[in-house]
């Protein structure tokens, strides 16, 4: 068995004066960042801890587009998750396709051989990482995505 790689710290040194332009996304819209001391420090630790960064504050102050300009600092996807009273833990962790698996055997119109169709219906295939797997577990996460 092969030990995983380690993870790899980025850099995170933003020029407090310069101003980051991001690009709308989804519902969010196009805006500039400027990063602060504070911030940065939070964001430094978090990295460092290898651990993700929790930020509770009231709505409309920055929290998502301090998340958007880290990823876009770093070269990473911005994910979210919009929570509100239906979510579930699981909601943050994973999603299961039962649709797509449906669709798959459909598809696949199972003969007497069973061999030949259950891998391809395993329920493992139609597990979707959402936003603390990929948090938490990046590397996992990406496998998972491309099972």
Same mark, same amino acid.
């Given at each position: ?15 407090? $004066? &310069? ?16 990063? $602060?001391?504070? *911030? ?16 509770? &504050? &009231?709505?409309?102050?920055?929290k998502s587009? !301090?998340?958007?300009?880290?990823a876009r600092? !770093? ?21 299961? $396709?039962?649709? *797509? ?11 007497? $051989? ?17 936003? !603390? ?15």
């Open positions: 068995m092969t030990k995983p790689a380690r993870f790899e710290r980025p850099d995170f040194r933003p020029a407090m $004066d &310069k101003v980051l332009d991001l690009l709308p996304q989804d519902s969010w819209p196009a805006a500039r960042h400027r990063f $602060d001391e504070r *911030s940065i420090r939070a964001v430094r630790t978090a990295i460092a801890a290898e651990r993700p960064l929790l930020i509770r &504050k &009231k709505p409309g102050i920055g587009q !301090l998340a958007r300009a880290v600092e !770093l070269n990473l996807p911005f994910l979210y998750h919009v929570v509100n009273a239906r979510t579930e833990h699981t909601d943050l962790l994973y999603e299961y $396709d039962a649709v *797509s698996r449906l669709a798959e055997a459909q598809v696949l119109r199972p003969s007497g $051989d069973a061999s030949a169709w259950r891998p391809e219906l395993a329920a493992e295939r139609f597990v979707r990482p959402q936003v !603390l797997w990929w948090a938490f577990d990046w590397r996992g996460a990406r496998i998972q995505a491309k099972a």
